[in-house]
């Protein structure tokens, strides 16, 4: 079995497209009356950070028990249903394969996750300086990982949580 390379590229301006274009897919299977907003989220969604090409994908939806109910669906996309894979109260979904191209995180609307990932992704945007520094800190992980996933993720575990920190103090107060 192969395993997948953690690679961080340039910012392409590209991902925005990817992105809208997978809304309109997952809004065409998921259901509606469930479905609250369906946000980019993650470096793919900073303009001109540099990420891991996958495009990470934020879905509100009112009751994860009605989502659980469009798995077929979501597979017939092409995602691999992976449940709540280590996060309690989050539905992931894979497509890509080994070498994913897209990420979907589902949460309940409104939840401490949602004003997480969305308050980080805003901040980051708002804030160029930062977003180098964390562009810098990505790349570098990506060179001393060796494709080690953990690896990689470890280096950046401080900086992510400092920065959250910091961006849900300046989102919401």
């Not at 469009?70 to 992976?82: A, D, F, I």
């Not at 939840?111 to 790349?139: C, T, W």
């Not at 920190?165 to 300046?170: E, F, G, Q, S």
Request: proline share 2%.
């Amino acid at each position: 079995m192969s395993s997948r390379v953690i690679e961080v590229v340039d910012h392409r301006t590209s991902w925005a497209d990817e992105f809208s274009d997978e809304k309109v897919l997952l809004g065409s299977v998921l259901n509606s009356a469930n479905v609250v907003e369906i946000h980019h989220i993650g470096s793919t969604s900073v303009k001109g950070l540099c990420a891991k090409p996958i495009i990470d994908i934020l879905v509100e939806v009112k009751s994860l028990e009605e989502l659980d109910k469009n798995n077929n669906l979501m597979e017939s996309l092409g995602y691999e249903v992976k449940g709540e894979f280590g996060i309690a109260g989050r539905r992931y979904f894979q497509k890509g394969g080994i070498q994913r191209s897209h990420q979907v995180h589902a949460f309940l609307v409104g939840s401490p996750a949602v004003n997480r990932h969305i308050a980080f992704r805003d901040y980051l945007i708002q804030f160029p300086e930062i977003a180098s520094h964390y562009g810098n800190l990505k790349r570098e992980g990506a060179s001393i990982c060796n494709n080690d996933i953990g690896v990689y993720c470890n280096h950046k575990d401080r900086f992510i949580k400092e920065h959250e920190v910091n961006a849900l103090r300046w989102k919401f107060t």
